[in-house]
């Protein structure tokens, strides 16, 4: 294949290493970074939203023992889901699918990348969960159901805190008696200034907006590994087959990806002939046994199934303790559970595969060409800019393909056209799978 002036293909794995393992640095930093801001928005003054001293909704006591602490919040939704990855990718990844003889850096390779990115993908959640939320109950102030109790009011002088409309007194004067008016949180005197602006802080709700970001990200990530998903028939297509989402699929016989497997393919006897004797009485066999819709799905068992919600019912434990801890009023609680299970799907998706069809896999990592920025009119960044020099693609490809340069919009044909040639091109790229 052309390298068109390219360097060697060795050279540019040396230095895909180098900028793409920089590019995730830097997303970390950036997580980092959006952290410490949450935390200094949690130091900052709230706005403090006028209230009644009459409004029992804020007049429940205050809880000095609550159910779910900071740090136990902190253990549920960050250090649990980290064990966890890291015990579920030790364990069942690549998983079966990986073919005999295929080198043991290659399978730690694999390891590696997706512990990176199910650490990645929670610590997204986690922390726009978090700035979200932190920022949102700076911007409201919203009083908590316990503010009254952490207020110590000025009730002596209350007529001096009202803001708004007074009550008439007899003489016509807005000098009357307190009836229930809003007044302003100058009138609470408690010397201990975090806890006063704490009580300022109920909309969102912070520990279900985390919760949920953490633990629903980790029903996710299980859910993904374990295949647990509603039983469903696969859509045809002439491209699609079990190759494409196999642990190594250019490690698989007859290059794998040209292959299609699905049910429909083996019972319209599509393929078969390029599948080796074995493989093939094997599909001849399911494909006399399964004669109807019903029998190409089956649902999960039902442990797998409870692993899976354990964490999704952890998080509503979380955020239901918010309430009968007088810490918040529904709708911030559910608003807040809102947020983090949008952050947690979202980074989810942003660093892996769908559930029902990506097979339990991460997307790629970006190459080097689009490591920091792919530009206008790019639709990948797990393309180089000319697919055609692409490092480690060559192991993907099926042997005497053309690329498609698809932003080009250009059809490449290789200069290679002996078949034989390509066959032993094909050979030599064969273990250089990428991440």
Sequence with gaps: MPDHGSPSLQSRKSKLSTVVIGSYVFDWLILVVVGIIGVVLGNVAPNKRPFSLQDPNISFPFTVHETVTSALLLVCNAAIPVAVILIVVLIFVPGPTVPEGTPKSLIWKRKLWELHTGWLGLALSLISAWIITQGMKNLFGKPRPDLLSRCQPDIANVAQYIVGFHTPADDGTLNGPYNGQLVSADICKNPDKHLLDDGFRSYP????????????????????????????????????????????????????????????????????????????????????????????????????????????????????????????????????????????????????????????????????????????????????????????????????????????GVRYRSKVEDPSHAESSGTNTMGDDRI
């Design 205 to 408: 709700s912070g520990h279900s907006s985390s919760a949920a970001a953490g633990l629903i990200y980790l029903s996710f990530f299980l859910a993904s590994k374990f295949a647990i998903t509603i039983p469903f028939v696969p859509q045809e297509s002439s491209s699609n087959g079990t190759g494409a989402v196999t642990a190594f699929p250019s490690r698989l016989r007859n290059g794998g990806l040209n292959t299609n497997t699905s049910y429909e393919a083996v019972r319209n006897n599509q393929d078969v002939e390029a599948l080796d004797p074995a493989t093939a009485k094997q599909y001849g066999i399911h494909g006399s046994t399964v004669l109807s819709v019903r029998r190409q799905a089956a649902a999960p068992p039902l442990y797998l199934l409870l692993i899976t919600v354990l964490p999704f019912f952890t998080a509503i434990f979380v955020a239901s303790s918010r309430w009968f801890d007088f810490r918040h009023h529904g709708f911030d609680i559910l608003f807040g559970f809102v947020i983090g299970t949008i952050c947690a799907w979202f980074a989810f998706r942003y660093y892996h595969l769908p559930i029902q069809s990506g097979a339990g896999w991460a997307w790629g990592p970006r190459s080097h060409d689009k490591a920091f920025w792919a530009g206008l009119g790019s639709w990948s960044y797990a393309t180089d800019r000319k697919h055609w020099i692409r490092p480690g693609d060559e192991a993907e490809r099926v042997a005497g393909h053309r690329a498609d340069d698809i932003e080009l």
